[in-house]
């Protein structure tokens, strides 16, 4: 059983000493009296501390197939992967005391940020957040040092499992691997805070059936819009099966959403420039990165360099209807960034008028 | 015997002092009043909800009951407090809030029975405030007169969440740095894009120079207004469709009520209005007339601003778009 240590009261607290103090007080009480002060003791103790005072553990196993004792309701949480581990956190208002961090000259005035909720919620290191390193190489002492009672890593950097299980019970996630919103709900209850995910999801799907409603009078049968999620790199398109919050939702309010089959794309998984108008679509989303120093406009001139005649050749572009979206919301592991992706996807394709792309 | 009886009340007292008796202090509200209020309030009731009940719920206040109203083929007929059912997915099944009617015909019984220690009233329900008042210390807030934030600061403040509602604006501003730097990166100077805040409805045209979180986010960003919309400030106006094209821009942003209107409608009754309205002006023309939901919108939160703020970036500078050559 795991033992959180008392720091609220203003006198080590253990039963001896408070017994001894009581004696010393309380001289001529008789042993009866010490009976009663026991039990009030013990009362009062369990009856303002509760459940924090010992924690309930679980069993959970994790994917490297580690069986792990956590606690029911962790107090002291590390996440050593900042995006899909400490941004949730951060949504759920989770007791963390730790995270692994990524550091940019060009964002957050070059301070180690956490990625994703510095972005989506401004969160930053300092008092009651420690910087545990960066995400996929943990300073252990530094964990040491916050005496956390549950850490959070990525499967695919568990180099340092052991050293970590050491110090506190360690759940190896692969929180990529995973879809989002399983995966939200998973580090949710790891965190002991599912009632916080079900009450934020259930005002999800009120906004998707909200969107819902959008859609059936603006465009009628959502299947006949397409969209696709396409950022170009040197060596191809990129062209995705499955990306954060961008396919969650589109999927959700039934857009038809193009994809490539295995036999189109390259060695790297990357589609040809030359088959470009493969992915062309009423809407074509791309992405920019804040901390790459990657504004809209260079992504643009990627497409360009990569396709020339990019603009013209493809209907969505052609047309206004290519959308270069901060990545960072696209990789919101968060429920928050979900809701954002409808306002965004909603507003683009059932607010406005768009030229039709006619097949 | 006694110096124990003693040590137990003290230990008692200690730890359930705040149970017991609320320490109070001197609010000063939107008339002027000075109400003694708790200092961190146990009990709150809102009789407005997108005005209060959303950014109560937000800030985590320890609100206990709302006004709410019923509309047919909304949340199965149930009511459910306007802006925050929209934003939050707050209502009165599932919230644990006590409804305490209408925001315009508040259940005075109800609001009594939630045993309130502050009740919060929009200004312009002064003539109520005797009502309230002997019910428990009520809150005045002026909702038009003020700016959005400065109107939510002091209803945290006197929720006792002004710390919370220093970090939700905190988390705001890091996103408008975004956005704003997204902008000159895309737009160079905002100000050479303009912007027009329109509606048309029961065959009239709106220009709005003030419309809730929408307005505070394109003011944020910079963007410009058509002059006769610049000129109104913080007004809105009924404007002659006659002279519709003072108000073309780069682009025009609409809303929609979404329990009695559609997108569908928006257009149809511009269409009506002007006929050939989406060719004679610029923004319809090249498809930069976006409609937003006016109910998440105008719910006071940071919640609605961010929203807004992603909408509003999406639209203007995250693709490209046809400007208005003047």
């Excluded at chain 1, 190896?172 to 691997?177: E, L, T, W």
């Excluded at chain 1, 992915?279 to 497409?303: H, N």
């Excluded at chain 2, 019910?135 to 209803?155: D, F, W």
């Excluded at chain 2, 303009?194 to 509606?199: C, D, M, Q």
């Amino acid at each position: 059983m795991w033992v959180i240590g008392i720091s609220f009261f203003p006198f080590p607290i253990s039963y001896d000493s408070f017994s001894t103090k009581l004696s010393q007080t309380f001289k001529p009480l008789v042993t009866s009296m010490e009976k009663i002060m026991k039990k009030l003791f013990i009362l009062l103790v369990l009856t303002i501390l509760g459940f924090s005072f010992a924690q309930d553990m679980r069993t959970v196993t994790d994917d490297l197939g580690n069986v792990v004792e956590i606690p029911v309701s962790p107090q002291r949480i590390i996440a050593v992967r900042s995006d899909c581990m400490a941004t949730p956190l951060v949504e759920l208002g989770a007791p963390m005391v730790g995270a692994g961090s990524m550091q940019s000259d060009n964002f957050n005035g070059g301070r180690p940020f956490i990625r994703g909720a510095t972005q989506f919620y401004g969160t930053q290191f300092g008092e009651g957040l420690a910087n545990i390193g960066f995400i996929n190489e943990p300073d252990i002492e530094v964990i040491a040092s916050l005496e956390p009672d549950l850490i959070l890593i990525a499967s695919w950097v568990a180099e340092s499992y052991d050293n970590l299980s050491k110090i506190a019970p360690t759940y190896a996630a692969d929180c990529f691997g995973k879809p989002l919103t399983e995966w939200l709900g998973e580090i949710a209850d790891l965190a002991g805070m599912s009632n916080v995910y079900e009450a934020k999801m259930a005002a999800y799907e009120l906004k998707l059936e909200h969107a819902r409603a959008v859609l059936q009078d603006s465009i009628g049968d959502p299947s006949e819009v397409t969209v696709v999620f396409a950022d170009p790199f040197p060596d191809g398109i990129y062209v995705a099966e499955d990306y954060g919050t961008f396919t969650v939702v589109a999927d959700a309010l039934g857009f038809n959403r193009k994809t490539m089959t295995e036999d189109m794309l390259g060695d790297e998984g990357m589609l040809s420039p030359e088959l470009v108008e493969a992915i062309d679509s009423d809407f074509i989303f791309s992405s920019y990165q804040v901390f790459f120093d990657q504004p809209a406009s260079q992504r643009l001139e990627q497409w360009q360099t990569l396709v020339p005649g990019f603009d013209e050749l493809l209907h969505a572009p052609r047309n206004n209807k290519l959308v270069i979206i901060d990545r960072s919301l696209i990789r919101a592991f968060a429920i928050d960034g979900l809701e954002t992706m409808i306002s965004v996807l909603v507003s683009q394709v059932a607010e406005r008028d768009f030229v039709p792309l006619e097949e | 015997m006694k110096h124990l009886v003693n040590f137990i009340t003290l230990t008692a007292l200690t730890l359930t002092s705040f149970a017991f008796a609320q320490e109070t202090r001197q609010y000063t509200d939107d008339l002027g009043r000075t109400v003694e209020i708790p200092v961190i309030p146990q009990r709150i009731v809102s009789v407005r909800g997108e005005q209060f009940t959303a950014p109560l719920w937000e800030l985590g206040a320890n609100i206990v009951a709302s006004s709410g109203r019923a509309r047919e083929g909304v949340n199965d007929g149930e009511p459910f407090p306007r802006g925050a059912y929209d934003l939050f997915n707050v209502d009165f099944r599932n919230s644990g809030l006590i409804w305490v009617g209408s925001p315009n015909e508040p259940d005075f019984e109800a609001i009594i029975a939630a045993e309130p220690d502050l009740i919060f009233i929009p200004d312009w329900q002064e003539d109520l405030l005797p009502q309230f008042e002997v019910i428990a210390p009520t809150v005045v807030i002026a909702i038009h007169s003020q700016p959005a934030m400065e109107r939510y600061r002091k209803i945290a403040d006197a929720a006792g969440m002004s710390n919370e509602f220093e970090a939700l604006k905190a988390r705001w501003e890091a996103r408008l740095a975004l956005a704003r730097r997204t902008i000159e990166q895309e737009l160079g100077d905002p100000a050479n894009v303009s912007v027009a805040v329109v509606n048309t409805f029961d065959g009239q045209f709106y220009i709005y120079g003030n419309w809730g979180a929408l307005s505070q986010v394109l003011t944020e960003l910079g963007f410009s207004e058509p002059q006769v919309i610049a000129e109104l400030g913080d007004e809105n106006q009924e404007f002659s469709p006659e002279r519709i094209q003072e108000v073309d821009a780069d682009f025009w942003v609409g809303l929609f009520y979404p329990y009695t209107q559609t997108v569908s409608a928006i257009h149809d009754n511009f269409d009506a209005l002007v006929p050939g309205w989406n060719e004679l002006l610029h923004a319809p023309r090249n498809n930069q007339f976006f409609i937003i939901n006016q109910e998440p919108m105008r719910a006071l939160s940071f919640r609605s601003l961010e929203e807004t703020l992603a909408i509003v970036t999406s639209q203007i500078a995250q693709r490209d778009f046809v400007p208005l050559e003047e």
